[in-house]
């Protein structure tokens, strides 16, 4: 009996490792590691952090990994992780991964309704989360501009966006009175009356108006 038990520990860890292995590996279509992208000779940087942070990940069958060394790579919309000194990527989808910086924790899901060019793979920041969610979208590109000397230069670029989505249905809402306004029109977001006392100038003051919402 004891010889039996420490054998299925024992297949009990080696499969673990295997199936471990499996997940973390970034094979190309012949099963060869692929290198990570470069962004050498451009101003700013292509992650969410500049440094790696410790965070989690959920992918698309259910597996959690916690205390991770995770990257958000906010051109490509991918999360990258660190093992062993090497930058990786999952081969099994991302559903929804947590990462540290800016002194907050921010919460990353995809799988919502196409909208605009993102598609149900993107990537959301989840503002509020509740009947009505609050998303904010992050996609750097890599522009080009005259520097020093009329020299071109490269740097990275945000174009930020704000959804709503409300029984299933998503729409872009902008960080302004007007911008909800259209949306209580158009839409039928129901935060006419809140907008009479609750002032909406950026993101913060977007995130507390549907705050408010949920909770009334």
């Known amino acids: 009996m004891k010889f039996s038990h420490?054998?299925?520990?024992?297949?009990?860890?080696?499969f673990s490792n295997v199936a471990l292995g499996q997940i973390i590996r970034i094979p190309d279509q012949n099963g060869k590691a692929v290198a990570t992208k470069s962004y050498d000779n451009i101003k700013g940087s292509a992650f969410l952090?500049?440094?790696w942070t410790t965070g989690t990940v959920t992918l698309a069958d259910g597996t959690t990994y916690q205390d991770v060394q995770l990257k958000y790579?906010?051109?490509?919309?991918?999360?990258?992780?660190?093992?062993?000194?090497?930058?990786?990527?999952?081969t099994v989808?991302?559903?929804?991964?947590?990462?540290?910086?800016?002194?907050?924790?921010?919460?990353?899901?995809?799988?919502?309704?196409?909208?605009?060019?993102?598609?149900a793979a993107s990537f959301y920041e989840v503002l509020v989360d509740g009947q009505v969610k609050l998303l904010k979208?992050?996609?750097k590109v890599v522009i080009e501009t005259k520097g020093y000397n009329e020299f071109l230069e490269k740097r990275f670029d945000s174009n930020v966006e704000y959804f709503i989505l409300d029984q299933n249905k998503i729409y872009e809402i902008k960080p302004s009175k007007k911008g909800v306004s259209q949306a209580?029109?158009?839409?039928g977001l129901k935060a006419g009356e809140l907008l009479k006392t609750q002032p909406v100038k950026n993101e913060a003051d977007l995130t507390a108006l549907i705050q408010k919402l949920n909770a009334g």
């Open 6 to 14: 420490i054998f299925y520990l024992l297949f009990t860890v080696l």
């Open 49 to 51: 952090t500049k440094d």
């Open 73 to 90: 790579d906010q051109v490509e919309d991918k999360i990258r992780f660190k093992r062993n000194d090497k930058e990786l990527e999952f």
């Open 93 to 119: 989808p991302v559903k929804q991964f947590s990462i540290s910086g800016n002194q907050k924790a921010h919460v990353f899901t995809s799988g919502f309704p196409a909208v605009n060019t993102n598609s």
């Open 137 to 139: 979208r992050t996609k």
């Open 184 to 187: 209580v029109a158009d839409q």
